[in-house]
Every structure is written in C-alpha cells, then in structure tokens.
C-alpha cells in the first residue's frame, strides 16, 4: 500500500489560505493572499522540490486545481516543478467540474473519497496532495494521511482558512523532520501517531 503525503504552507496562526498570489483564494474577504512569497528562499524551494519529486501521483481539491491547470501547462521548462507536476497522473476531488480535463493526465474522482483514495493508494507509491485545503481536512477527518510536510512561516495575519479548523478530528502525531531555513521558516515533518493522550496535572 501506498502514502498519502500532504504538503502545506502555514502561518504561525495556522492560516493556509491563498500562500502564493493576492487572487489566489478571496473567499471570505481573505486579503492576505501572497503572504508566503516574501519569506522564500533558494535553499527551501529546493527541497520542497526534493520533497514533491517522490510523488507519483497527485491529488487536488478544485480550487487548487483550477490554480494548478491555469500556469503549470505553460510555465517556463527550467523550472523544476514544470515537467514534475504536467507528468504525472493528477486525480482531481470536484463536484462541479466534468471530465475531460484540460489539463493533461488528469481525472476526476468520483464516488466515496474514502474508497477511492484507498484505491489511489494501491495503485501508487506516494500520493501528494499541494495546498487543496478543504480537500486536506476530508483527508484528515477520514484518516487517510500518512505524512504531512508543514511549512511554518514567521507571520500571524489573524484571518484566513486553517488546515486544523473546526470539525478537526483529535489526533496525536510524530514528528520525524525539523529545518529552520532562512527568513525563519520551519519544516516539519510528521506522522499519525493515533488518539491523543491525557494526563491531570492535578494528580
């Protein structure tokens, strides 16, 4: 069986909304959009690079897929993502969308997610999901991620989606990777470790 891996960017307060440009996601008023793009550097784009390269198979939730399909099939061949993300197969989670795709390699899932995901996963080594936030959370609720690779960045903006918001299933996790990079930023890495602990400082 294969891993579902999630990448996503993050703020302190836990925002992942519209990390990459000002129109990316305004829903809700959010008017933070790009917050992320400052906070790049080389050495942190390249191992997101090396993170993502594993990939064998993408998962998208419509909003990023819409996103996704408008640049990458013509973005510049010398970016590494490039050849990345237009090769291999995309699976596209959406209830408004209808097949065919204009993105090449792509496909809708349709029917249980769950079931379906499972099947994903059977058939690919590692299943990335980038960004697709509400797409994400199902994930999660349904136990379906193995990995997440969080990207946390030294800004608070107060509003804004989160990956961990209401309806978060308690969870305890691992973490298996931590690197601060420039500007701050840190990777981490973890892995589901089931139900959460107690205890009674009281006691």
């Not at 891993?3 to 440009?21: C, H, N, R, S, Y």
């Not at 998962?59 to 010398?78: E, H, S, V």
């Not at 989670?93 to 209808?98: E, G, H, K, P, V």
């Amino acid at each position: 069986m294969g891993k579902l891996i999630v990448t996503e960017f993050l703020t302190l307060d836990g925002v992942a909304q519209a990390p990459g440009e000002p129109d990316e996601d305004r829903e809700g008023g959010f008017s933070h959009g790009g917050w992320q793009m400052p906070l790049l550097d080389e050495e942190s784009g390249a191992v997101m690079f090396q993170q993502a390269s594993s990939m064998d198979a993408l998962l998208l939730g419509r909003k990023t897929y819409d996103i996704f399909a408008g640049y990458w099939p013509k973005a510049p061949a010398d970016i590494p993502f490039t050849g990345l993300l237009n090769g291999v197969p995309k699976y596209v989670a959406s209830r408004t969308l209808a097949e065919p795709l204009d993105w090449a390699n792509s496909s809708l899932v349709n029917g249980d997610l769950a079931e379906r995901v499972t099947e994903m996963k059977a058939r690919h080594d590692e299943v990335h999901v980038i960004g697709s936030l509400d797409l994400a959370q199902s994930l999660l609720r349904l136990g379906l991620v193995d990995r997440l690779h969080l990207w946390l960045y030294p800004v608070v903006l107060g509003t804004g989606k989160r990956l961990f918001g209401e309806g978060t299933v308690p969870s305890a996790l691992r973490l298996t990777e931590s690197v601060t990079h420039a500007h701050g930023t840190l990777q981490l890495t973890y892995e589901p470790a089931g139900a959460p602990a107690y205890g009674d400082a009281a006691a």
